[in-house]
């Protein structure tokens, strides 16, 4: 096999499935998107509550040729423009992750271009980069999406993990008590819907592991604690969902907002991003914001549409790989777990 032309990352496309969307965009000089397409499923997963792992896979064979065009159409350019692709190598659902990975992997070979594989969280923090170019290391990194609610510190060498959730994120808490409360699939933003309105003091719901002393997060109990309300209020009327929702939300949110205020406060830090798709919630970007005020803080929300999974946040991640020079080899793997900051499948190259 040849390798790749060494080529400066101008343009480069990002493909990310690593869970239940299908991504792909191109993002030009590491700053400018060109193209964003993604392919949802929550109509295939609707049925069963949440993410099958195998319609996923298959979902995304069928749609990852069709998202690709479709970004190269948004963008008017030809494939044969790209400088590099990027795509998601881990961590996620194995079968989901193969099919971006193996698809940006058989693409860069035609094109003769570099390929490189992504870290699912690094991509999150990208796209908080991406969106506020004055946003640069050291920040406090707040990661909360529907498999992950941790604290990291990152500064221009390896990211250092300050604290996690010991049991469910905090998205998979938020789809959990959806589907108590009768919500369809996904819960989170049909939960942030019906907390509208809600009275979020009418239940007072538990702040898991909040007195204690760490950064660590717990959101199993809470869960629980609605659980037992929910079999207490019997059927449920609209505002007594609503209060339930507005209280679930409030605690969930709060619990956040005061881990991240005291690593701040431990790590002398001054700027926070907060990414994934839980910081597309509005209620945590409110109490975020008032907390930001009264700390002297300064907060990063990406855009909603970049909070959630895309693929402009792979494809930035991507570029700045390949401007730093990193190739990965055609060998290269997926991951279904891998820590933030390493990156075994770039070990084979
Ligand atoms: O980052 P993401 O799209 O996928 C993962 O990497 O997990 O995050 C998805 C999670 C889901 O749990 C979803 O319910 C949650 O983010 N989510 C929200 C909102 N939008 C998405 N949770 C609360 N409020 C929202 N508005
Ligand atoms: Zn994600």
Known sequence: MTSPRPRAAHLVLGIESSCDEMAAALVEDGLRVRASCIRGQAESHRPYGGVVPEIASRDHLRSVSQVVEQALAEAGVAAESLDGVAATAGPGLLGSLLVGLSFGKALAYRLGVP?????????????????????RPPYLGLVVSGGHTALYKITEGAPELLGETRDDAVGEAFD??????????PGGPAL????????????????????????????????????????????????????????????ATDVLVSRTRRAARQEGL?????????????????????????????????????????????????????????????????FSRVPLGESPWAEAS
């Open 176 to 185: 959990k008590v959806a589907k108590l409360l009768g919500l369809p699939y």
């Open 270 to 334: 001054h700027r926070v991003a907060v990414v994934g798709g839980v910081a597309a919630n509005q209620r945590l970007r409110q109490a975020m914001g008032r907390a930001a005020e009264r700390d002297g803080l300064e907060v990063f929300f990406p855009p909603p549409e970049l909070c959630t999974d895309n693929a402009v946040m792979v494809a930035a991640a991507g570029a700045r790989l390949l401007a730093q020079g990193e190739r990965h080899a055609w060998s290269l793997s997926a």
């Open 192 to 251: 942030s819907r019906a907390a509208q309105g809600g009275d979020e003091s009418a239940y007072d719901l538990p702040r898991p592991l909040q007195a204690l002393p760490g950064l660590d997060f717990s959101y199993s109990g809470l869960k629980t604690a609605v659980a037992r309300a929910v079999a207490q209020a019997g059927p449920l009327s609209d505002s007594r969902r609503a209060d339930l929702a507005a209280s679930f939300q409030a605690a």
């Open 115 to 135: 390929l490189v594989g992504v870290h699912h969280l690094a991509g999150h923090l990208a796209a908080a980069e991406l969106a506020a170019p004055q946003l």
